[in-house]
């Protein structure tokens, strides 16, 4: 039985995803004849905004002390993990099925076990191995299903 912090988090997980769904459909949908990286303009001022504001009433700055390598990295992850990433996103949204792109989810825990086991030493358990496998499988037997439905 879930508690009430649980069935929240369960809640909240559950509305995150839906919203991701919403949001690529609607991308699908209305996305065209717009430039991938206008597209974010006003999420990304938006969410900066927001985030300035509530980090400057929660935390204290004059225990933040960013050196050169931390500004690097914020600008990187600014750009390339954010700007560059949907921007790509978005132009894939314009170009393929939001089913086969929503693939893309699944993917992303396989890429971050092999980029651990190669960059960190982390070890890859054979359940793991056997959930990759199964996970792939998945997504190659619902695109193949759905390509021979298609030409059915």
């Known amino acids: 039985r879930l508690g009430h912090a649980e069935a929240a988090g369960t809640a909240l997980a559950l509305a995150s995803v839906t919203a991701s769904a919403v949001g690529s459909v609607a991308t699908k949908k209305w996305g065209h004849g717009h430039h991938p990286v206008a597209s974010l303009l006003i999420p990304f001022v938006t969410a900066t905004l927001v985030t300035a504001v509530l980090a400057a009433c929660v935390e204290s700055p004059l225990q933040l002390h960013y050196s050169a390598a931390t500004w690097a990295t914020i600008l990187y992850l600014a750009a390339a993990g ?21 693939y893309q989810t699944f993917v992303i825990p396989i890429v971050a076990v092999l980029l651990g ?15 990759a496998v199964l996970i792939l499988g998945g997504i190659a037997l619902a695109t193949f299903v759905r390509g021979r439905r298609q030409v059915a």
Do not use: K, N, W
Not at 83 to 89: D, E, P, Q
């Open 82 to 102: 954010s700007v560059g990433a949907f921007a790509c996103f978005f132009y894939v949204m314009q170009h393929l099925d939001v089913t086969v792109v929503s």
């Open 117 to 131: 086991y190669t960059f960190l030493g982390e070890t890859i358990s054979p359940r793991v191995g056997l959930g």
